[in-house]
Antibody, heavy 112, light 112 residues
Framework: EVQLKESGPGLVQPSQTLSLTCTVS????????VHWVRQPPGKGLEWMGV???????AYNSALKSRLSISRDTSKSQVFLKMNSLQTEDTAIYYC??????WGQGVMVTVSS | DVVLTQTPPTLSATIGQSVSISCRSS???????????LNWLLQRPGQPPQLLIY???RLESGVPNRFSGSGSGTDFTLKISGVEAEDLGVYYC?????????FGAGTKLELK
């Protein structure tokens, strides 16, 4: 069964760095891409970036200067790091396997 | 970036009614490989998005066949032939032809 699960801190202080982990099961990271998508409370979806199956990455240009995505294939994990967080980065953060399987999401609040 | 314009923003329907949602793109979504990467998602309250339709008109496994997608180039439509209570939520179109991937703003389907 394909599963994705996001984990990370629920609260981050302004200007700090967000670190999230997406742990997958039921498929290999070397076969499928994993994307990060976020959703501010009550708002729509924003594509953040992708870890391609081959190991390369692509980012939303609006976030590129702050965002880094990496992986550990041996642990079936994909990582998201985003620095200089502001209140507008408060959102539910999802990882998804190419859009057809989604994690439940993790709520991240940026507040002092 | 590609802008996807969804209409209407809100749709009120009775059970059994057929409804359509439009998604218009600011540029053609036809990829150089011949595919058109336009998908439709449904997000029920408190849940992650769920893939309904991919590549414009292909029904994701397990999705009822009352859902159908059509269109080409810049104009796309999702049709629900006979709304059921479980169909309520927010529908999003999403394109992955051009980076960065982008989502429509969503169409909220509610009961009349």
């Amino acid at each position: 069964e394909v599963q994705l699960k996001e984990s990370g801190p629920g609260l981050v202080q302004p200007s700090q760095t967000l670190s999230l982990t997406c742990t997958v099961s039921g498929f290999s990271l070397t076969d499928y891409s994993v994307h990060w998508v976020r959703q501010p409370p009550g708002k729509g979806l924003e594509w953040m970036g992708v870890m391609w199956s081959g190991g390369s990455t692509a980012y939303n240009s609006a976030l590129k200067s702050r965002l880094s995505i990496s992986r550990d294939t041996s642990k079936s994990q994909v990582f998201l790091k985003m620095n200089s967080l502001q209140t507008e980065d408060t959102a539910i953060y999802y990882c998804t396997r190419a859009g057809n399987y989604w994690g439940q999401g993790v709520m991240v609040t940026v507040s002092s | 970036d590609v802008v996807l314009t969804q209409t209407p923003p809100t749709l009120s329907a009775t059970i059994g009614q057929s409804v359509s949602i439009s998604c218009r793109s600011s540029q053609s979504l036809l990829h150089s490989n011949g595919n058109t990467y336009l998908n439709w998602l449904l997000q029920r309250p408190g849940q992650p998005p769920q893939l309904l339709i991919y590549l414009v008109s292909r029904l994701e496994s397990g999705v009822p066949n009352r859902f159908s997608g059509s269109g080409s180039g810049t104009d796309f439509t999702l049709k629900i032939s006979g709304v059921e209570a479980e169909d309520l939520g927010v529908y999003y179109c999403v394109q992955s032809t051009h980076a960065p991937y982008t989502f429509g703003a969503g169409t909220k389907l509610e009961l009349k």
